[in-house]
């Protein structure tokens, strides 16, 4: 007979809130809920967490009411080749709406709480395309004008506004240092959130900036975990396992990574206890994530579903795919500054995770946000490869499959920033719409042009 999570009988009693997490999604409670869950210090971090959505109309999902109604429990589903192990996680000791600003500010206004950490996709920093806080965002404007003029009791959506709002109500109460830990997959991570947070807080109230700098901390991380959708069919199985009907099950592989870089100014939980490493410098580790992984998993989401094929481990075993995935590592991993053994390593590593066949990660949902993804995880190797009169084959090929993608081929476009590309892309012929991507990514390269419009021509042949 099935039951729902409670702490007096499946999990550990709250910890103090001493962390607000704004995006409270799978990833985060694959990763840091999960880290901060073995930590030895465990009963003494406890998670706040909010969605990240921006919109108006904010709507409660079923997890959010999993994590009500089961006190912030959840189980997590940890997919090893050899079965399953499930494990229930109570480092989320109560979570929120998106919208709900007064238990937000409330939180901010708490001395006890010392990190802020999100996981808000890279369009939730609300960057334009130097990296600087989009000031011509209409609804980010609507959000900040509304802290500028004083309504501070009123609801704000965008990522950047609910900082400043949290940061303008700790600097009230006096609450002390605080440090945001963002966790997203963008290189340098906790730089763009300094860099979009003073800016938001300088549009508001320039007098926060020198606050800000006696009293913010930012850390740059580097995250790994492969996180797929919960399906229906994982969440039988787990239930017949355990005897829970757990809406806000969650399923991860085996692997987690977490390197962190940057000052805290008020602590952490002893996340070395579980692993993750504390460094002077992330950018090699992000690099070699960013590229390796993430960049593969891009090439892999644009070209495979052209193949018919909708999951990873559906498309590393198509031996069309697996090809071009080592060619595009062939040529990203000459622009990661680690030893090469390391390099080849970490490269064996992800195809043993790829070809978990647990592991049923939708190609689909790795598509989603292109226009945010490509420029950071395909294009450094295009440009790299061109300052020197060459052309990076292996990363070619991922723009050429984004370029289908973005005309209707493979998985459907789920990317809000896409839609005049969209547009554009979808207008002329094949080769007018890789000149329409290319200058999107800011390519001017007839060789490149000539390749992406190959690959691409080759792929449409292939077409399932």
């Not at 011509?136 to 959506?157: C, M, R, T």
């Not at 109460?173 to 003073?198: H, L, Q, Y």
């Not at 094949?430 to 000149?435: G, I, K, R």
Request: hydrophobic letters at 45%.
């Amino acid at each position: 007979m099935s039951r729902i999570l409670n702490r007096a009988q499946d999990g550990r009693p709250a910890a103090p809130i001493r962390i607000v997490h704004l995006g409270i999604g799978n990833f985060t409670r694959a990763h840091q809920a999960w880290y901060t869950e073995h930590a030895s210090d465990a009963d003494q971090w406890g998670i706040a967490g909010f969605p990240g959505r921006t919109t108006l109309r904010p709507r409660v999902s079923p997890r959010d009411d999993a994590l009500d109604a089961q006190e912030g429990l959840y189980q997590l589903d940890i997919q090893a080749p050899e079965g399953d192990r499930v494990e229930v996680i109570s480092s989320i000791s109560a979570s929120f709406r998106s919208h709900d600003i007064e238990s937000w500010m409330t939180l901010f206004a708490d001395p006890q709480v010392v990190i802020v950490t999100s996981t808000i996709t890279e369009a939730g920093y609300c960057r334009n395309p130097q990296g600087d806080l989009d000031l011509g965002n209409p609804e980010l404007i609507a959000d900040l004008d509304k802290l500028k003029s004083g309504q501070l009791d009123e609801p704000v959506f965008t990522g950047p506004a609910k900082f400043v709002r949290g940061l303008l109500a700790r600097r009230a109460a006096g609450a002390g240092a605080i440090t945001f830990v963002p966790c997203d997959n963008v290189p340098e991570n906790g730089t763009m959130a300094e860099t979009v947070i003073r800016q938001a807080a300088d549009y508001v109230d320039a007098s926060l900036l020198e606050w800000i700098d006696e009293n913010v901390g930012f850390v740059t991380t580097m995250v790994d975990r492969i996180t797929p959708h919960t399906s229906e069919e994982d969440a039988a199985r787990v239930a017949e396992l355990t005897g829970i009907v757990d809406p806000g099950l969650v399923v991860c592989e085996p692997f987690a990574e977490w390197v962190l870089a940057g000052e805290f100014k008020a602590g952490h939980p002893d996340w070395e206890s579980v692993g993750a490493k504390f460094v002077d410098d992330v950018v090699p580790h992000e690099m070699r994530k960013l590229y390796l992984l993430n960049g593969s998993h891009s090439l892999m989401a644009y070209c495979a579903p052209v193949l018919g094929l909708e999951t990873v481990y559906q498309a590393i075993n198509d031996p069309r795919v697996l090809g071009w995935v080592n060619a595009f590592w062939d040529d990203a991993v000459q622009q990661v500054p680690l030893p090469d053994a390391e390099k080849q390593a970490y490269r064996a590593a992800l195809l043993e995770r790829f070809t978990n066949p647990r592991m049923k990660d939708q190609l689909a949902r790795i598509a989603a946000d292109g226009t945010q993804k490509l420029p950071i995880r395909i294009v450094p190797h295009l440009k790299a490869f061109a300052a020197a009169g060459k052309v990076a084959t292996g990363a070619t090929r991922p723009v050429a499959g984004w370029v289908l993608h973005l005309r209707g081929v493979g998985a459907p476009v789920n990317d809000a920033a896409a839609s005049a590309l969209v547009n554009e892309v979808r207008s002329g012929d094949l080769d007018s719409a890789v000149h329409a991507v290319l200058r999107f990514l800011q390519i001017d390269d007839e060789q490149i042009a000539a390749t992406v419009l190959s690959q691409a021509q080759e792929m449409e042949a292939m077409r399932a």
